[in-house]
C-alpha cells in the first residue's frame, strides 16, 4: 500500500507544480514577429505604407525621350554619339529608343505604371516583345495579352 499511497502524493505533487507553471491572463495579447515570436499587452505597430516609384520601364521610355529630344534639337548628333558619351553599346541605345516605336496611349500607360514594395509590372523585354508586334493596333492587342 505504501507504494499507492506515495504515488498518490507524488501525483498530487506534480499537480500543484504544473498549477505554479500557468498563469490566467485575463487581458488580450498580441502576437509580434522578430527572430521569435512572442507575446506582449501592446498591439504591434502598424504596417508601413507601401514604398511606389516609377515603374523601371517607365524610367526607360522617359530616358528614351529624352535621348530623342536630344537628337532631334542637335544636342546629340546620333545614336552612335549616345551609346559613346553614356557608356553604352549601341545596340542598347537602339533597344531603349525602340520603346518610341510603341502607340501613344501604351507610351502613356506605361509613363503611369509604378513599382510597389520593389515588384515590377512588367519587363523591358515583354515591353520591347509588345513594341515590336507590328502596327499600333497589333501592339495593342499583344499588350492586351501581356497584361492579363
Do not use: C, Y
Amino acid at each position: 500500500m505504501r507504494s499507492a499511497e506515495s504515488s498518490e502524493v507524488g501525483a498530487r505533487k506534480n499537480t500543484d507544480a504544473e498549477d505554479d507553471a500557468f498563469r490566467v491572463i485575463e487581458r488580450p495579447l498580441f502576437r509580434h514577429k522578430s527572430r521569435a515570436v512572442t507575446l506582449a499587452e501592446t498591439p504591434p505597430p502598424p504596417k508601413p505604407e507601401p514604398v511606389r516609384r516609377p515603374a523601371k520601364v517607365a524610367q526607360q521610355l522617359a530616358l528614351a525621350h529624352h535621348l530623342q529630344a536630344a537628337i532631334d534639337r542637335g544636342a546629340i548628333a546620333d545614336r552612335a554619339d549616345v551609346a559613346r558619351k553614356l557608356g553604352l553599346t549601341r545596340a542598347r541605345v537602339t533597344q531603349l529608343l525602340d520603346l518610341l516605336l510603341l502607340a501613344p496611349d501604351l507610351q502613356a500607360a506605361v509613363l503611369a505604371m509604378e513599382a510597389v514594395d520593389g515588384a515590377e509590372p512588367m519587363a523591358e523585354r515583354t515591353l520591347r516583345a509588345v513594341a515590336h508586334a507590328g502596327t499600333w493596333a497589333e501592339q495593342r492587342a499583344a499588350w492586351a495579352r501581356q497584361s492579363s
